[in-house]
């Protein structure tokens, strides 16, 4: 099994440097689309539910204080398999061009992070779990829903809540 640093270094090889943010919800988001399609963890690592959406805290540790990452001191992505590759590149050609900002956004209207943060403020501080069970039953069904709306066709118009689209 792959560790999140081979992950992030896998994403960071293919996309070069990026926010911390967005690596964060890639790596969450390859976790989760992994669980669905090969029905095993990505990696072991736990996902918290902190107030801008899923961090894996081991990753965090790494890059704590960057706001931009272009590698990372750990990971090798030539520990991933072939499967686990693909589920990353498919996760890259769908989240890939979306920056942390609308990241973070998608991750708290979907319900993996909302359960574990129910109940806190919104800017709280939590270590709660997201677990591979939560996020594996929510994106199998995003993954089967005829009305669910691909990423690529969001409207991010009206999003950040001014009226304008993010720069």
């Not at 090889?13 to 095993?40: F, I, N, P, R, T």
């Not at 996902?47 to 961090?55: E, M, T, Y």
């Not at 677990?131 to 995003?142: L, N």
């Amino acid at each position: 099994m792959a560790s999140v640093y081979d992950v992030a270094a896998y994403i960071l090889a293919q996309q070069g440097e990026m926010s911390s943010m967005k690596l964060q919800k890639l790596v969450y988001y390859s976790q989760a689309w992994h669980l669905v399609w090969d029905d095993e963890p990505l990696f072991p690592e736990r996902i918290q539910a902190w107030a801008n959406g899923p961090v894996v805290y081991d990753l965090y540790a790494l890059h704590r204080g960057r706001f931009s990452v272009s590698e990372l001191p750990l990971g090798n992505p030539d520990n991933l398999t072939r499967s686990e590759r693909e589920t990353i590149d498919a996760v890259l050609r769908t989240y890939g061009h979306l920056d942390g900002r609308k990241l973070s956004h998608l991750t708290h209207g979907e319900d993996p992070w909302a359960h574990a943060r129910r109940g806190l403020p919104a800017t709280a501080r939590s270590s709660a779990e997201i677990t591979p069970e939560a996020m594996q039953m929510y994106y199998s069904t995003i993954d089967t829903a005829e009305e669910a709306i691909p990423v690529d066709e969001i409207s991010w118009d009206e999003w950040a809540g001014d009226g304008s689209a993010e720069r």
